[in-house]
């Protein structure tokens, strides 16, 4: 028998100073800890020890040269974290703030998400403490050469397939599946996010925000409630908060805020054409990772050094970086009417924050649901590379709209009742967790 308490001060004795994974595992194993005690044979092969614990961490020195032919040392990081349901599969991230706390975290939550998805993906995630932020574009490209030529040791079709995540967008996948030609001489399709050129699928740079849409649709549906008429606020500005805005607005809602970390938009307009989206790729483009320019530009207004969630809104979609809504923010949003919080970034709220919705029984969609339409379509998008296939835009949207669909569906089927409230965050932790379980247990160790 597991107890909660005991459980974890041994996660963090063996994992010190790893506050990020240790918040993520906790959410987990607090959601089934009582799915585990009732069944001996999950206790008996220590699933709940197994599971939290990458199959393996790597580690490596990227070094490169900049503008000014000074040389930069970096640090390279690929945990491969599960490897149950499929091969390793999960996004690289550059940012100054990583640690390898922060990619235990990513590729724990990862397992857990490409489970919902219920294709034949393991976990993992990767990246650098490099930064993109101010760099010129061949910065960028030589340091993703440098950083690939390490992480090819490491990675394969059907061992480890990265994609794109904060800081890694098309233009450095182009970048780091040149650098694997360049060594590898193979057409293989080691990444997924690629361009349509070479492998790309359609539909892949929208679909975690379209997802994390289709998933508030059915889960409004849930509620006898649409998008139509609703105001919406969305933090974030990349290609996930992109993906959110338009398919929102397509669906009859208005977005009213987007974010950086220099300040939030707040455009009482609606960010609702095409010219504002052009622009919001326009900014993540130029490596300076500032929203305020938008306001200018199209006479929205800027609140700098401030996050969105003090704006009423029916829905929120935090879709920018880990535990970006804390529970002040969280009080500020209900305090404010809204109704539905779809965490669209992985880990998003803080655990206090994802509480207080949940106590005052607000529907909330936990980031592995929401935003696993991203990694939804990496999958695809290695289904069509196996097949010397392109599917059309509508083939991979409507696929797209199904997996989601069913994503919702298994955390509803998971979720204990609340006299009519759903616990979403149960219902995807419970599903996800007897996925990968169960193939543990078939798999022998
Ligand atoms: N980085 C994305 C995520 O957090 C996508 C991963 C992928 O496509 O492999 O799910």
């Known amino acids: 028998m597991y107890n909660y308490d005991e459980f974890m001060a041994n996660l963090e004795r063996r994992n010190p100073a790893e506050g990020e994974f240790i918040q993520a595992v906790g959410g987990v194993v607090e959601s089934v800890i009582d799915l585990v005690n009732?069944?001996?044979?999950?206790?008996?092969?220590?699933?709940?020890?197994?599971?939290?614990?990458?199959?393996?961490?790597?580690?490596?020195?990227?070094?490169?040269?900049?503008?000014?032919?000074?040389?930069?040392?970096?640090?390279g990081y690929r945990v491969q974290f599960n490897n149950t349901l499929g091969p390793y599969k999960g996004g690289l991230r550059f940012h100054s703030s990583v640690s390898l706390g922060s990619f235990k975290f990513l590729g724990f939550e990862q397992t857990f998400k490409n489970s919902l998805t219920t294709l034949p993906l393991g976990g993992a995630k990767g990246g650098s403490d490099f930064s993109p932020r101010g760099k010129s574009d061949n910065e960028i490209m030589r340091f993703c050469r440098a950083f690939m030529t390490q992480l090819q040791k490491y990675i394969g079709p059907e061992t480890d397939i990265p994609a794109g995540d904060i800081g890694v967008g098309a233009k450095e996948i182009g970048y780091l599946y040149g650098q694997y030609k360049r060594i590898?001489?193979?057409?293989?399709?080691?990444?997924?996010?690629?361009?349509?050129?070479?492998?790309g699928s359609l539909i892949r740079p929208e679909a975690a925000g379209y997802g994390a849409v289709y998933f508030a649709r059915e889960m409004l549906k849930r509620y006898n409630d649409t998008l139509e008429g609703k105001r919406v606020a969305v933090s974030g500005f990349g290609n996930v908060a992109w993906g959110v805005v338009k398919k929102a607005t397509e669906l009859g809602a208005k977005v009213v805020t987007i974010s950086g970390p220099d300040g939030y938009i707040y455009d009482e307009e609606g960010v609702s054409t095409q010219e504002k989206w052009n622009y919001m790729v326009q900014l993540r483009l130029s490596n300076n990772d500032i929203v305020a320019p938008y306001a200018q530009r199209f006479g929205a207004q800027f609140i700098p050094r401030k996050k969105p969630w003090e704006v009423p809104v029916d829905l929120a979609f935090p879709c920018a970086i880990q535990n970006e809504l804390s529970l002040e923010d969280a009080q500020s949003l209900v305090a404010n009417g809204v109704k539905y919080v779809l965490e669209t970034s992985n880990m998003g709220c803080r655990r206090e924050a994802e509480n207080f919705f949940i106590a005052q029984k607000i529907p909330y969609g936990p980031g592995k649901a929401v935003n696993a339409g991203g990694v939804a379509v990496s999958g695809l998008e290695m289904a069509q590379n196996a097949m010397k296939l392109s599917w059309t835009a509508q083939e991979v949207d409507?696929?797209?709209?199904q997996i989601m669909q069913n994503i919702h569906k298994a955390c509803l089927t998971h979720s204990p009742e609340e006299g009519g409230y759903v616990n979403y965050v149960k219902g995807a932790n419970i599903a996800a967790f007897k996925r990968v379980a169960d193939a543990m247990l078939e798999l022998g160790y």
């Open 398 to 401: 409507d696929k797209l709209q």
């Open 38 to 75: 009732d069944n001996p044979a999950y206790i008996n092969a220590k699933i709940l020890e197994r599971i939290t614990e990458p199959d393996r961490v790597v580690s490596f020195k990227v070094e490169w040269e900049d503008d000014d032919h000074n040389v930069q040392v970096n640090r």
């Open 184 to 199: 590898r001489d193979e057409n293989a399709g080691v990444l997924t996010g690629k361009g349509h050129l070479w492998g």
